[in-house]
């Protein structure tokens, strides 16, 4: 019996309440946050929970792969519908420092509030740029408080950074190719030709472009 690509994010149900992570379907499994390190036993324990590999055939994969983040959410929401969509979302978490009440240096918020300022914060209000909980710090927004504090957008600028490189009219896939990282080469020497580099210079572009529009210059 084979199993169709959407098991990939089902999984998440499989294995405890789903995440709003570097993924679509991510999950939160005995309080442990999947990481690169923890996807083998995700992997490994969704096996355990839908049977042995003797006894059943099962072909998992991505769907989500060739889109970014906030393209892999307008699927979502024309699939659920926007009311589905708005009650899935606004139930998932992606902050690294739920647990914390101390954001940086003088900024607080509350325990379990999302801080607005991490990586998985960042990349959650690129994917979400409309509709979404609220954060401790919006730097969406020049009106926020804290937008023009010292070290509060360091997370922001690196990736504005990094995405007024890739988006430049003289950077090509060439360029691009030359420059990845460890992980994308294995990323597409590991997908069974379902990813190429230029696939992903395209990918991380597209990425890049909506980074730059969600996120405004001091």
């Given amino acids: 019996m084979a199993h169709p690509t959407r098991w990939f994010a089902a999984l998440g149900t499989l294995l405890g309440r789903g995440e709003w992570r570097y993924g679509l379907g991510e999950a939160h499994v005995r309080r442990m946050r999947l990481s690169r390190r923890r996807l083998p036993q995700f992997g490994g324990t969704g ?6 590999p003797s006894s059943m055939a099962c072909s998992l994969s991505d769907p989500f792969l060739s889109l970014t983040k906030r393209e892999a959410a307008i699927a979502m929401k ?11 979302i606004l139930g998932t978490e ?16 509350r325990i379990g509030q999302p801080c607005g300022l991490c990586i998985p914060c960042v990349v959650r209000r690129t994917a979400l740029p409309a509709r979404d909980i609220t954060h401790a710090v919006d730097l969406t927004s020049k009106k926020d ?12 600028d690196a990736y504005l ?3 007024r ?22 990323a597409v020497a590991h997908s069974d030709g379902k990813l190429t580099m230029s696939a992903i210079f395209e990918i991380e572009r597209r990425f890049a472009h909506e980074l730059i529009r969600t996120f405004p210059a001091p």
């Fill in 94 to 109: 992606t902050c690294w420092n739920l647990a914390s009440r101390q954001v940086l240096g003088a900024i607080t918020k």
């Fill in 165 to 186: 490189k890739l988006t430049a009219s003289a950077y090509r896939s060439e360029r691009f190719a030359f420059e990845a990282p460890q992980i994308v080469r294995e």
């Fill in 47 to 52: 096996l355990k929970r839908i049977g042995p």
């Fill in 145 to 156: 408080p804290h937008f023009a504090d010292a070290g509060a957008p360091i997370h922001v």
């Fill in 161 to 163: 950074a990094w995405a």
């Fill in 78 to 88: 024309a699939h659920l519908g926007a009311k589905r969509f708005e009650k899935t």
